[in-house]
């Protein structure tokens, strides 16, 4: 898939760090260093702009390195981006630590995924077909 993008970074474009990767790393692209307190979030610039084609999304999901060394993750994980949007990708990263937490520019601060969806129709009805589940809820599956 081909995917147009603009780089108004001072960073290298994103790129798979293994054949069989699923993600590529965002970099902040900010002027001054950011610190993040125990609970506090922030909008994070990549410089990065995309033409994604439709029936596609990005998804901008935490590091999971990030997340258990330091307690960051991405706030409204996934994050979404339509096919249509062509504003800056932007991260929301809140620290979930007891500790400060420093985004300085050129770091990894999170992941781009790409997936396919589908468009839904609704068809209404007055009922749904039975299932031997029916309408349990949380955990009504069992726990093993």
Known sequence: MNVKIINRSKHALPEYSTEQSAGMDLRANIETEITLKPMERSLVATGLYLEIPKGYEAQVRPRSGS????????????????????????????????????INDGDRIAQLVFSSHETVSWVQEGELNITQRGKGGFGSSGNK
């Open 67 to 102: 997340a258990i060394k330091n307690g960051i993750t991405v706030l409204n994980s996934p994050g979404k981006i339509d096919a249509d949007y062509r504003g800056e990708v932007r991260v929301i990263l809140v620290n979930l630590s007891n500790n400060l937490f420093t």
